[in-house]
Nanobody, 127 residues
Framework: QVQLVESGGGLVQVGGSLRLSCAAS????????IGWFRRRPGLERDFIAA????????YIADSVLDRCSISRDNAENAVYLYLNNLKPEDTAVYYC????????????????????WGLGTQVTVSS
């Protein structure tokens, strides 16, 4: 059973930056595709970014493309989400999710394509 734990959330000032971490245990992390999603107050869960098993394939949502990046460290079983120039509308619970890849460096953007989810970490952007 794969377990995912997000960390790095908290209260951040407008214009600031954050790094969220997703720590995985169980399963075969180095063969998993990982995604980040967020749920803003009153809204559906949104896709933010995804990364393939080796890190060479990434996909960033258009809404944050100019200020977001994703990376992974398979030796540490961790994936990192970097978000810069934070805005109040970035306030959300951020979740990471994983699934085993089937053919190679696939990345996925739909929640239903992921098998395992973390409990999320709250990010609040204040002015």
């Amino acid at each position: 059973q794969v377990q995912l734990v997000e960390s790095g959330g908290g209260l951040v000032q407008v214009g600031g930056s954050l790094r969220l971490s997703c720590a995985a245990s169980g399963g075969t992390f180095s063969r998993d595709s990982i995604g980040w999603f967020r749920r803003r107050p009153g809204l559906e869960r949104d896709f933010i970014a995804a990364i393939g098993w080796s890190g060479s394939s990434t996909y960033i949502a258009d809404s944050v493309l100019d200020r977001c990046s994703i990376s992974r460290d398979n030796a540490e079983n961790a994936v990192y989400l970097y978000l810069n120039n934070l805005k109040p509308e970035d306030t959300a619970v951020y979740y990471c999710a994983s699934r085993t890849t089937r053919y190679g460096e696939e990345v996925y953007s739909r929640p239903g394509e992921y098998t395992y989810w973390g409990l999320g970490t709250q990010v609040t952007v204040s002015s």
